[in-house]
C-alpha cells in the first residue's frame, strides 16, 4: 500500500507506531482463534489517518475474510461513504499484488476466487435486505441520523461467525445518537461500570479541562503530531482562525455543546471528581426523576459527610424499546434502602406517584419535590455553589458526567434553574442530583417519620 495524499503521496506505506498497536489491538483473537472485538469504535481528531485505517480494516476484510466475505463501506451519505471505498479502489490500482486477485468497478470491488465483495451503502439510500456483513467500516458515525443503518448492518452480521463492525470518527455534538451512545458505553468500560471484551474502544481525545492553546493537550488528541505526520503551525493556524467550539470538536476529539449552554466555570465539574466513597454509617438522601418513554430515569445518592462535602454517585436508565423498566428502579429504591440509611426519597410526582405510594407503604419515606421554579430555583442555586466551591465529590461516571454537563441554565423571574437547553440533551441526573443536595444540605431540626411528605 501507498501514501496517496499530502507530501508523502505515492512513498510506500508505512504504519506509525499507534496505527500498529490500534490495529493488532483491533485483530487480536482470543484462545477459540475468532476475533475478541465483534463491535468496535474509534475517535480521532481531523487530519488522523481515518480514511487510510479505514481502508485497511476494509481491505483486510475483503482479502483476508472468509470466503463469501461481504465488506461495506458506510457513511451518512453516498460521498461519504464513498471516501474509505475510493482510497480501497487506488490501493488496488497501486497493488500488483492486489489487482491481480481483485476485480474493480464503479461501485462494487470482487474477488472472484473467494467469491468476496465490498460495496458502498449510505443512510440515505434505500436500505437493501438480506445483506450479510462480514466487515462493515462506518465513517464518521456522529452524523448517522438514526440507527436505521447501524441496526441493519450489525443485525445482518449474526449469522457471520467472526464479524467486524468498526466505527471510525470525530467527536460529534448529540450523545443522543448511535455514536453519542457507544461512546458513553465505552466510557464505562474503561471505566470499570461496565463489562464487554466483544466491544473495542479507543478514543484520542484532549482532557475536557485543558485551554485549547495547550499543546500536551493537542499531543494526546492528534497522535500523528507525535509521529511528525501532522503540521503544528497548522494546529496553530486553526486554533486562531476557528471558533473554539469547532476547535474542540475536530481537532481536540472532544464532544461539544451548543454555544453559550454552559451553567458551569470551565473544569468545575471535573475537579469534583474524587475517590470519596459513601459511607454506610451516615445518612444519605437521594433524588428520583422520572420519566417514560423520551427521557431517561435517573436515581441520585447524595451525603454530607464530616468533611463538609457531598458525596453523590448516580444511576440511570433508559428505555428498551420505548418502554422503562419501572421495576427495575423500585427495586433499586429498595436496594438503597438497605444498604444505607436514607432519611428521604425526594421524587418529581410527574411520573412516579404510583411508584412512590408502593415505595410509601413499603415503609420508605417519599418527598414530593415539586418542579416549581419556586423550588427548583434555590435547588439548582445550592448544587451550583457546592460544584463551584469544590464541596461535591462525584466518581466521574461518564454517563452522569454527560447528562450533568448537558444541562443549561433558563433564566425565570425568580431566577435561574436546570433546563435541556436547545440541545434537547437528557438530563434527568442534572435534576435528580439537584434535588438530593438540597434534601442533603437542608437544615432541619427533625427526622421525618417513614411517609408522604409535599414540599
Same mark, same amino acid.
Given at each position: 500500500m501507498h501514501v496517496s495524499k499530502g507530501v508523502r503521496a505515492g512513498q510506500p506505506l508505512i504504519l506509525t507506531s499507534w496505527q500498529q498497536e490500534?490495529?493488532?489491538?483491533?485483530?487480536?483473537?482470543?484462545?477459540?482463534?475468532?476475533?475478541?472485538?465483534?463491535?468496535?469504535?474509534?475517535?480521532?481528531?481531523?487530519?488522523? +489517518?481515518?480514511?487510510?485505517?479505514?481502508?485497511?480494516?476494509?481491505?483486510? +476484510?475483503?482479502?483476508? +475474510?472468509? /470466503?463469501?466475505?461481504?465488506?461495506?463501506?458506510?457513511?451518512? &451519505?453516498?460521498?461519504?461513504?464513498?471516501?474509505?471505498?475510493?482510497?480501497?479502489?487506488? $490501493?488496488?490500482?497501486?497493488? /500488483?499484488?492486489?489487482?491481480?486477485?481483485?476485480?474493480?468497478?464503479?461501485?462494487?470491488?470482487?474477488? /472472484?476466487?473467494?467469491?468476496?465483495?465490498?460495496?458502498?451503502?449510505?443512510?440515505?439510500?434505500?436500505?437493501?435486505?438480506?445483506?450479510?456483513?462480514?466487515?462493515?467500516?462506518?465513517?464518521?458515525?456522529?452524523? $448517522?441520523?438514526?440507527? &436505521?443503518?447501524?441496526?441493519?448492518?450489525?443485525?445482518?452480521?449474526?449469522?457471520?461467525?467472526?464479524?467486524?463492525?468498526?466505527?471510525?470518527?470525530?467527536?460529534?455534538?448529540?450523545?443522543?445518537?448511535?455514536?453519542?451512545?457507544?461512546?458513553?458505553?465505552?466510557?464505562?468500560?474503561?471505566?470499570?461500570?461496565?463489562?464487554?471484551?466483544?466491544?473495542?474502544?479507543?478514543?484520542?481525545?484532549? /482532557?475536557?479541562?485543558?485551554?485549547?492553546?495547550?499543546r500536551d493537550a493537542w499531543t494526546i488528541a492528534n497522535p500523528n503530531l507525535a509521529e511528525g505526520l501532522l503540521d503544528i503551525e497548522d494546529m496553530e493556524i486553526s486554533m486562531m482562525q476557528t471558533a473554539e467550539t469547532a476547535y474542540r470538536r475536530y481537532r481536540l476529539n472532544q464532544w461539544v455543546r451548543t454555544d453559550g449552554e454552559s451553567w458551569l466555570p470551565k473544569g468545575a465539574w471535573e475537579l469534583c471528581r474524587s475517590d470519596d466513597e459513601l459511607d454506610p454509617t451516615l445518612p444519605v438522601f437521594v433524588g428520583i426523576d422520572m420519566a417514560l418513554k423520551h427521557d431517561s430515569i435517573a436515581v441520585v445518592v447524595a451525603q454530607l459527610q464530616e468533611s463538609g462535602r457531598v458525596v453523590t454517585r448516580a444511576k440511570i436508565w433508559y428505555p428498551q424499546d420505548g418502554i422503562m423498566d419501572v421495576s427495575a428502579v423500585e427495586q433499586h429504591i429498595r436496594d438503597l434502602g438497605s444498604q444505607f440509611t436514607v432519611q428521604e426519597f425526594a421524587y418529581d410526582p410527574a411520573f412516579f406517584q404510583r411508584s412512590a405510594e408502593a415505595m410509601s407503604d413499603e415503609g420508605f419515606t417519599m418527598v414530593e419535590f415539586s418542579q416549581s421554579t419556586s423550588r427548583m430555583v434555590p435547588a439548582c442555586g445550592t448544587l451550583y455553589e457546592y460544584i463551584v466551591n469544590g464541596r461535591l465529590a462525584h466518581n466521574g461516571d461518564p454517563v452522569f458526567t454527560d447528562q450533568v454537563m448537558s444541562a443549561a441554565q433558563r433564566s425565570t423571574d425568580m431566577g435561574w434553574r436546570l433546563s435541556k437547553g436547545k440541545s434537547k440533551r437528557k438530563i434527568d441526573a442534572a435534576i435528580a442530583l439537584a434535588m438530593a443536595v438540597d434534601r442533603a444540605t437542608r437544615k432541619t431540626d427533625a427526622i421525618p417519620e417513614p411517609g408522604f411528605f409535599v414540599v
Open positions: 490500534l490495529l493488532t489491538s483491533l485483530y487480536e483473537r482470543r484462545d477459540d482463534g475468532l476475533l475478541r472485538y465483534r463491535r468496535s469504535l474509534i475517535g480521532l481528531a481531523r487530519k488522523n +489517518g481515518k480514511s487510510l485505517l479505514g481502508t485497511v480494516i476494509a481491505l483486510v +476484510g475483503l482479502i483476508e +475474510g472468509e /470466503p463469501g466475505a461481504e465488506v461495506y463501506s458506510a457513511a451518512g &451519505d453516498r460521498q461519504q461513504a464513498r471516501v474509505v471505498f475510493n482510497e480501497a479502489k487506488w $490501493q488496488i490500482s497501486q497493488s /500488483p499484488a492486489l489487482s491481480g486477485v481483485c476485480k474493480v468497478y464503479r461501485d462494487v470491488v470482487e474477488v /472472484p476466487s473467494t467469491g468476496a465483495i465490498y460495496r458502498v451503502l449510505s443512510s440515505d439510500a434505500k436500505l437493501q435486505q438480506g445483506l450479510n456483513p462480514s466487515t462493515v467500516v462506518f465513517d464518521e458515525l456522529h452524523v $448517522q441520523p438514526n440507527d &436505521d443503518l447501524f441496526d441493519a448492518l450489525t443485525l445482518g452480521s449474526g449469522a457471520r461467525k467472526d464479524p467486524n463492525i468498526v466505527a471510525i470518527t470525530t467527536a460529534g455534538f448529540d450523545k443522543d445518537t448511535i455514536c453519542g451512545r457507544l461512546y458513553n458505553y465505552g466510557k464505562e468500560i474503561v471505566a470499570g461500570t461496565k463489562q464487554d471484551e466483544r466491544f473495542g474502544f479507543w478514543w484520542w481525545e484532549a /482532557p475536557l479541562s485543558c485551554e485549547i492553546s495547550d
